[in-house]
Every structure is written in C-alpha cells, then in structure tokens.
C-alpha cells in the first residue's frame, strides 16, 4: 500500500488524529484530515509541522496535508485506507462508519483507533465489514511505536496483513491483535500494571513516586532491550514458575477501579488536565515535563531504530 505516493483520509483531527496524520505525511502520503471543528482545523499545519520536525523529516512533507469540514469533500476516488479518529463515543463511531461505507471505495480497509471499543461492535452494521479492522496507535502517536491491527470475527486476514505490512513501511512497531478482546493488548497489559500500582497507592503500601521510582529504574527500564517474555526466557521459566505460584494468590484481582482514584476524580481532581491529581501542576512544570517526556521517547527512538 505504501509503494505509491498514497492517500489517507483520517476522521477527526485531534490530539490522535494528528499525530496520526503526521505518520502518514512523514511517509509520503497525501493526508487528508476532517473535523467539524474550525478551530481544530486551523491549527493542524503548525501541528504537523512541529511532528515532522520531531520526526527529523523534510518540512516539505505537509505539502500534501488537506483539511475538511465535511467527509463528503474528501477525493474519495483517491483515498485508499481511512482511519477514525473521532473522541470515544460508539453511536458516533458507528455512524461514522456507515458514511465511510457509503463514500469509500469498496475495496479499501476502514479503520478505527479506538482504544476502548471491540472492533465488531464499530462495523457491526456494515454490509462490507471484511474491509473492517482496528488500527489503535499509543499517544504521541507520531512518537510511540506500538501501532495494533484489530480483527473483529469478520475481518479478513489480509485486510489486516496488508495493514501490518503498510505499518512496517511507515517504521512503526505493528502487532496483529487476532482476537477482538476488550483493550486488545497494550491496555490489557498497561491495566494490568495501574491496577496493582493503584492499589498498592491505596493501602499506603508505597507512594506514587515510589511507583514510577519502581518501574522507571527496575523493570521498566529493561523494556526497550527487551520484553518480558524474553526476559524470562533469559531468566528461566522454572524460577518464574516458582515466584509465579507463590506471588499470583496476593496480587490484587479485584474488577473494581479503586476507591481512592474515583474519590480523586468526583473531586476534579484529573491531573494535569486540572493541574491536580496525585500532584499539584502549574503551566510551568506540565510544559517542562511534556518536553522532558518527549526528550526520553525521542531518545528511545534512536536506541530501537539502531538496534
């Protein structure tokens, strides 16, 4: 799909939606981006802009980015794959999905980055939903690797190969999630961690900072040479069955999401959004930590691009 100067059409341009676009744009792809918002809208250029530069690609890559209010403006003549990045709503997405259907060509894969929502619920109603799949990048999008391919029970195998394969020719990290399960697998994973790092806050067993402390400077840091499954590999599965079986029956396995972080929200109190969560923010220190965030994943960049 990549082989050719191409086009993308991306449903909505947000936060997502726009690193997305940059992706796309980076790759040499003509980027062809909606959103009802004109605010939005004007603002992508210098978005772009400053994510190719992020990227260290030629400025003269955003030549082919366009911008719409409307999907029906789009030169879906042209278009060969569309990604959906709208806000997480699933009546939205579905009847965006229904408008995709309607304007795509038949023949083109329809995807959707949705984090929260199965694959099969978005194109459920599709009379073509073969051509249906997930395509879920991690925020900064333009920055983080991790790209999953989404099967729902209908989509077709090579419609998610080819997805895979275009994501390869775009340098970033694809995994085909086979099974349309809830939070696929990055979340499942990261989820997996926040609850016993949550609760482990919660029961006053440590601190917030001695949670990031734990993972930054212990496992954590491990995880760009290598991922778990290969650690152990290394450090023998005899062991870690051993450490498994003793340490499985006292991790928290509850399905409710802590008190004390419900409690944190009906108190606004959401983060940086808010400038308050587990720690107070000013605009200061959020800007000096989003640039310090961005330093360490650009330099992590490096390190797998060498490796």
């Known amino acids: 799909m990549a082989a050719r100067k191409s086009h993308v059409a991306i449903v ?4 997502m939606g726009g690193d997305i676009a940059v992706v796309f744009a980076a790759g040499g792809w003509n980027v062809h981006v909606m959103s009802p918002s004109q605010k939005t809208r004007d603002a992508l250029p210098a978005r772009i802009e400053a994510g190719l530069k992020k990227l260290k690609a ?32 699933l009546p939205l997405k579905q009847r965006l999905f229904g408008e995709l259907e309607a304007l795509a060509r038949p023949e083109i894969p329809l995807t959707s980055n949705t984090s929260n929502f199965p694959i099969g619920e978005i194109g459920r109603a599709l009379k073509r939903r073969a051509r249906v ?10 920055l983080v690797p991790l790209v999953e391919v989404v099967s729902a029970e209908f989509t077709d195998p090579k419609v998610a190969e080819g997805l895979v394969a275009l994501m390869k020719a775009l340098d970033k990290a694809p995994v085909w999630v086979k099974k349309d399960v809830p939070g696929f697998v990055g979340n499942r ?12 806050i919660q029961d006053g067993i440590v601190s917030p900072e001695g949670v990031d402390t734990a993972v930054r400077y212990g496992f954590g840091f491990r995880f760009i040479a290598c991922g778990p499954i290969l650690q152990k590999e290394m450090s023998g599965w005899d062991t870690n069955a051993l450490v498994g079986t003793a340490l499985y029956p006292h991790l928290y396995a509850t399905p409710e999401f802590p008190a004390a972080v419900k409690d944190m929200v009906k108190q606004g109190r ?9 720690w107070e923010w000013t605009d200061d220190s959020i800007a000096k930590e989003k640039a310090r965030i961005e330093r ?12």
């Open 296 to 307: 360490c994943l650009q330099a992590g960049m490096e390190i797998l691009k060498s490796d």
């Open 12 to 15: 909505g341009g947000g936060i």
């Open 270 to 278: 959401l983060g940086m959004k808010t400038k308050r969560g587990f």
């Open 58 to 89: 030629s400025p003269d890559a955003a030549r082919g980015l366009k911008d719409y209010a409307k999907l029906e403006d789009l030169p879906w003549r042209d278009v060969d794959i569309a990604v959906e990045a709208a806000v997480e709503d």
């Open 133 to 142: 799949a997930g395509l879920h990048f991690f925020m900064p999008a333009h």
């Open 189 to 200: 994973l990261q989820h997996a961690m926040l609850r016993e790092a949550l609760y482990l």
